[in-house]
């Protein structure tokens, strides 16, 4: 086990002005299971590959448990690799593939035997051992390259998007198995993903890259109530907050014919930005009332059944321009597509945030 340490790492690619990775500054913790998550393109693959010595670091530094790894080997840093496409031997079985990282270290028959066979118990992978990859499913096929790198025991696990090629109920059974192996074998784990789904419900921290820059990091929990801009509010939580840039007055925004009321210090805050606020609200923190003062009406376009709840998306005219507003709502009040509903933030549960900066206020 070992702490990871992200020191205004940067990394430039050759033809490129702008930064993939743009001093990264991250402190994981001893046992840590980090979630790096973004969009395509947000770095976060290449700060992974730059832990892994995969990718150069133009400027910065990194450090395994205090130890300069900068300009080492991948071989020289004590980690273990889980790919996307699995990336095992198509011509060796289960073993041998589980195995062939410590024979090339001249490991003991003994040793690789023990360790193969804990980790293929641990995967569940005991009755697959002499069958080759081919004649297994895609699960089991990265539970394979999970049993490759635990074998090695390393000191930091490194996965980059490893459930991608499964598919949905498969992907869900897998984050649980990851989560519960991480959580027993307490080794520092850096995983990359651009399911903000799978970043909640598996890291310990989630850090959220956009443009190569490091726009928060935080629990879960403390990302969803409290995001830092509008970017990570907008980005987390599924399905996505609604954000909306309004008039800014004295006492608060103003939807159309409904006014957000703000606290003293948020207008203050706000002020420089041009007259304008953005005011998020999440779709669980708003209510579907009958029609009166104080509430949107919103055309409904889609209502999407979940069984024990339902998201209502529909669109309203603010302003002449359609705005577009998703609404979490109980079965017994779940409208029909096409009719005109009333909602109503929760004003306890509002985010407000600089209409230029972005900034949360």
Known sequence: MATVTYDKASRIYPGSERPAVNELNLEIGDGEFLVLVGPSGC???????????????????????????????????????????????PHMSVYENMAFALKLRKTSKAEIDR???????????????????????????????????????????????????????????????????????????????????????????????????????DTPRAL???????????????????IKTVPLTESGGTFGAINIPLTREQVAAAKNSGGKVTIGFRPEAADLVSQSEGALPIVVDLVEDLGSD????????IDGASERFTVRTDRKTMPSMGETVFIRPQTNAIHVFNAETGARV
């Open 224 to 242: 969803y109530d409290t995001p830092g801009n509008v970017f990570v509010a907008g980005f987390m939580g599924s399905p996505a907050m609604n």
């Open 115 to 217: 360790r193969v066979k804990e980790a293929a118990a641990l995967l569940q992978l005991d009755e697959y051992l002499s069958r080759k990859p081919k004649a297994l499913s895609g699960g089991q096929r990265q539970r394979v390259a999970m049993g490759r790198a635990i074998v090695r025991e390393p000191q930091v696990f490194l996965m980059d998007e490893p459930l991608s090629n499964l598919d949905a109920k498969l992907r869900v059974q897998t984050r649980s198995q990851i989560a519960t192996l991480q959580a027993k074998l307490g080794v520092t784990t850096v995983y990359v993903t651009h399911d903000q789904v799978e970043a909640m419900t598996m890291g310990h921290r989630v850090a959220v890259m956009l443009d190569g820059v490091l726009q928060q990091v």
């Open 310 to 317: 339902a998201n209502v998306y529909g669109h309203a005219d």
């Open 43 to 89: 770095g976060k693959s290449t700060s992974l590959r730059m832990l892994a010595g995969l990718e150069d670091v133009d400027r910065g530094r990194i450090l395994i448990e205090g130890k300069d790894v900068t300009n080492l080997p991948p071989k020289s840093r004590d980690i273990a690799m889980v790919f996307q496409n699995y990336a095992l031997y």
